[in-house]
């Protein structure tokens, strides 16, 4: 018997909050690939905003062809072509202004019931199950090596010096190392991509509550909304995939 291909449905959505001028995060939003992508520009400046439009140009343009595990070996080598391509137009630019080229990326790839969350940095991917969310990825910055290295609650090593400075990005080091989390994807789950600007802004019971709503744009409005009431200092950009 031939398995039913899972429809997703999903929607992205991308604010460049209100403080800063400049929107350093982008997304990618292909239901119709299994691929989704949210990536965050670092550096606070113009090269931040390419980083981030690069890699999500990059795997856009990628034809995703084969079985899973093809796919994903496709996704890889992209975005390690990637860091070598943000390593040499940072050597170019190396006496201009604009220095700085490094992005976080997080990507989610399905294919009927296999998926596999890919990451670098500290953009998320969540998933909504059974009631429940589940964080998926694991942050690659400073605030979580304290928590693991030195045992430091999550509240102390937050206020460290420091503690929001990245591990890994995409740009940041001329070899990449990627995350990967491979998981068979069972009926009503849901998942949700989205850079720190968003979920630094919300609790984990804000999140699932967004998360339980049966609409992917619905559920993203709910959460903008919580985050624009407040000062939203940072961009914030989420996508909601979902069965």
């Known amino acids: ?77 992209c975005l390690h072509w990637l860091n070598r391509r943000m ?25 009927d019931r296999r998926a596999a969350c890919i990451w670098a940095g500290d953009s998320r991917c969540y998933l909504w199950r059974g009631g429940q969310l589940f964080q998926l990825s694991r942050d690659h910055s400073l605030q979580q090596q304290l928590i693991d290295e030195q045992q430091m609650s999550r509240e102390l090593a937050a206020q460290q010096p420091g503690a929001h400075a990245l591990t890994r990005a995409l740009g940041a080091s001329e070899q990449l190392k990627l995350d990967i989390l491979e998981l068979e994807v069972q009926p009503g789950d849901a998942f949700l991509l989205c850079s720190d600007g968003l979920y630094q802004c919300l609790s984990g019971e804000s999140l699932g509550k967004a998360m339980s709503l049966p609409l992917p744009g619905i559920a993203l409005e709910q959460m ?20």
Do not use: C
Not at 33 to 38: A, K, N, P, Q, S
């Open 224 to 243: 903008f909304e919580h985050v624009l009431s407040g000062r939203a200092a940072d961009n914030l950009t989420g996508v909601v995939i979902r069965q």
């Open 1 to 77: 018997m031939i398995p039913v291909a899972i429809q997703w449905r999903s929607a992205g959505r991308t604010h460049s909050g209100k403080v800063r001028g400049r929107n350093e995060d982008a997304f990618l939003d292909r239901p119709e690939r299994g691929l989704w992508v949210v990536a965050d520009g670092m550096g606070g400046h113009q090269a931040g905003h390419l980083a981030s439009q690069m890699i999500i140009s990059g795997l856009d343009e990628m034809l995703l062809e084969g079985d899973f595990d093809e796919q994903l070996r496709q996704v890889r080598q």
């Open 87 to 111: 390593g040499l137009e940072v050597t170019v630019a190396a006496d201009r202004q604009h220095s700085i080229m490094g992005s976080t990326v997080v990507a989610l790839l399905v294919q």
